[in-house]
């Protein structure tokens, strides 16, 4: 099991950037697929971004698909997503997540194993 804690999240106007962070703990993070996920008020959780254990590997959303890119640092233990041209509808709380064994596409289909609690984003119009 590994333990996700995210940051980055905050106001930001329409049109500007940020970039999340998700720094994971355990030794076997190397090894994990991991994605970024955001709920919106009064919708579901949807699927942002995937990226495989190696990096070499990225899946995205197409409402994101331009703006948004998934990078990590094994190194770190850290997953990012660099958010640019953000829009009013990216306002969400975004979660960062880690599974063993799903690829960028099935956790996109079906979600992962463990979950961060979470980071607000707000843009403004």
């Known amino acids: 099991q590994v333990q996700l804690v995210e940051s980055g999240g905050g106001l930001v106007q329409a049109g500007g950037s940020l970039r999340l962070s998700c720094a994971a703990s355990?030794?076997?993070?190397?090894?994990?697929?991991m994605g970024w996920f955001r709920q919106a008020p009064g919708k579901e959780r949807e699927f942002v971004a995937a990226i495989s254990w190696s990096g070499s590997r990225r899946y995205y959303a197409d409402s994101v698909k331009g703006r948004f890119t998934i990078s990590r640092d094994n190194a770190k233990n850290t997953v990012y997503l660099q958010m640019n041209s953000l829009k009013p509808e990216d306002t969400a709380v975004y979660y960062c997540g880690a599974d063993p064994r799903g690829t960028i596409a099935t956790i996109a289909q079906v979600g992962v194993g463990s979950w961060g609690q979470g980071t607000q984003v707000t843009v403004s119009s």
């Open positions: 355990g030794r076997a993070f190397s090894s994990y697929t």
